[in-house]
């Protein structure tokens, strides 16, 4: 692009057109713009937030129905901040939507071309566009699991309450968001992978829903250490305040959160090796 005009004797007039640039922050605000430029960006974002505090409230409230019903009431290693946080069992699934149709939706529309052309380093647009999904989807992750924990507190009897300043709870509030943000990763890389909404959202849904309960049903010690390990099995573990005594052998919150970080990485990893040798 031009950015200078010549005028008579020689002077030279500068453009007021900027030249054109890849800059890795102006390549940053363009992908900003981009999200939030659809209106599927703020529905996903919304379905999050209310399914993972509705969810927040009818989890305590029908726990505690059940105490007043006589019920054998609850263990004593119950774990009332991880019941607060119960709704990201199916709140994870808009941050999925959510993270897939970021890239796949440019690969149907054919809107990723021009992209290209603009940002031939196709690695650089790949983590330019995760790093912002990436970001948006911690911070409304923060605000709805603060949001969850507090509505949840109202419906929880005094006795099994607590507050931010006990043993693991800030932890889990934090690590709820950790998740949304993991879990909209998980649909980002296969978005990124597949190249179609449908196909990445289906394939989303199976890995962080369907299947983590299926492989209960594995035999052996083999069985188990896949189920401890496996994505949402292994990643809910960030959510939990304390660990259950009686079940000694899950992962620890951290270790949990490792693990599902690196199986969305596998995923994002390929998706870029293939990114770079395919045609768009």
Same mark, same amino acid.
Not at 27 to 31: G, H, P, Q, V
Not at 259 to 266: A, C, I, M, N
């Given at each position: 692009m031009t950015t200078?005009?010549?005028q008579t004797g020689g002077a030279h007039r500068r453009s007021p057109v900027p030249p054109a640039t890849d800059r890795f922050d102006r390549?940053?605000?363009?992908?900003w713009t981009k999200l939030w430029s659809v209106r599927s960006t703020s529905w996903n974002l919304l379905v999050l937030v209310v399914v993972t505090v509705g969810f927040a409230a009818l989890a305590t409230w029908g726990t505690m129905q059940g105490v007043d019903a006589g019920a054998e009431g609850v263990p004593d290693e119950f774990d009332s901040t991880s019941l607060t946080l119960a709704g990201l069992t199916f709140g994870q699934l808009a941050a999925a939507v959510l993270g897939a149709m970021v890239i796949s939706s440019e690969y149907s529309t054919g809107g990723i071309r021009a992209t290209l052309t603009a940002v031939p380093n196709r690695l650089r647009l790949l983590l330019a566009k995760a790093l912002v999904f990436v970001v948006v989807a911690f911070a409304v992750g923060l605000v709805t699991c603060f949001a969850a924990y507090f509505v949840g507190q109202l419906f929880l009897y005094e006795d099994y309450q607590t507050s931010l300043g006990d043993p693991g709870v800030t932890r889990a509030v934090i690590g709820g968001a950790l998740y949304v943000a993991g879990s909209g990763m998980f649909g980002f890389a296969l978005g990124a992978l597949v190249r179609h909404t449908a196909g990445a959202i289906t394939a989303a849904v199976a890995l962080l829903l369907v299947l983590p309960p299926l492989t209960n049903l594995l035999p052996g010690d083999w069985g188990d250490t896949v189920t401890r390990h496996f994505t949402?099995?292994?990643g809910q573990q960030i959510t939990a305040a304390t660990q259950p005594p009686t079940t000694p052998s899950l992962l620890g919150p951290w270790e949990g959160y490792t &693990?599902?970080?690196?199986? &969305?990485?596998?995923i994002l990893v390929a998706a870029a090796f293939l990114m770079r040798r395919r045609d768009a």
């Open positions: 200078a005009t010549t390549l940053l605000l363009s992908e949402s099995n292994a &693990w599902f970080t690196l199986e &969305w990485l596998v």
